[in-house]
């Protein structure tokens, strides 16, 4: 491992490594000023980890309560674990899945409260779901 790889945290390049390189990482942070605040929370996504345990692909759409227009869409494929990012905040989400045409469908409507800062897990199964290979 090489002392002055900059892409490692907390080793510095070779060129800031001298009394010249000193003085420039000092005037930096003083013009950048050192700020340990968090970020406001409001600022933080929750997390949503849907893993979907089924051999169908699955549609989940979120909006506000209020609205009808999705602010958010994505597609989950069978087996897979998916990460869905949002605001914290009430949520209407549609879900269905997609299946071949005469399997019948597979669709709901929920509604959630999820709170920045938190991960959440969603487990997408049917009564037919078994366990992959």
């Given at each position: 491992?090489?002392?002055?790889?900059?892409?490692?945290?907390?080793?510095?390049?070779?060129?800031?490594?001298?009394?010249?390189?000193?003085?420039?990482?000092?005037?930096?942070?003083?013009?950048?000023?050192?700020?340990?605040?968090?970020?406001?929370?409001?600022?933080?996504?929750?997390?949503?980890?849907?893993?979907?345990?089924?051999?169908?692909?699955?549609?989940?759409?979120?909006?506000?309560?209020?609205?009808?227009?999705?602010?958010?869409?994505?597609?989950?494929?069978p087996r897979s674990l998916q990460t869905v990012d949002l605001a914290?905040?009430?949520?209407?989400?549609?879900?269905?899945?997609?299946?071949?045409?005469?399997?019948?469908?597979?669709?709901?409507?929920?509604?959630?409260?999820?709170?920045?800062?938190?991960?959440?897990?969603?487990?997408?199964?049917?009564?037919?779901?078994?366990?992959?290979?």
């Amino acid at each position: 491992m090489s002392l002055t790889n900059p892409s490692l945290p907390g080793v510095l390049p070779r060129h800031a490594t001298g009394a010249r390189g000193l003085r420039g990482l000092l005037l930096g942070l003083a013009l950048a000023g050192c700020s340990s605040a968090p970020l406001p929370r409001a600022s933080i996504p929750a997390h949503l980890l849907v893993n979907n345990l089924t051999d169908y692909s699955w549609h989940l759409g979120f909006s506000v309560p209020q609205g009808h227009t999705e602010i958010a869409a994505v597609l989950v494929r069978p087996r897979s674990l998916q990460t869905v990012d949002l605001a914290g905040g009430d949520y209407s989400i549609s879900q269905s899945a997609e299946m071949a045409e005469g399997e019948g469908k597979l669709s709901r409507q929920t509604q959630a409260r999820l709170e920045s800062g938190k991960t959440y897990h969603w487990r997408l199964v049917t009564l037919l779901s078994k366990p992959s290979p």
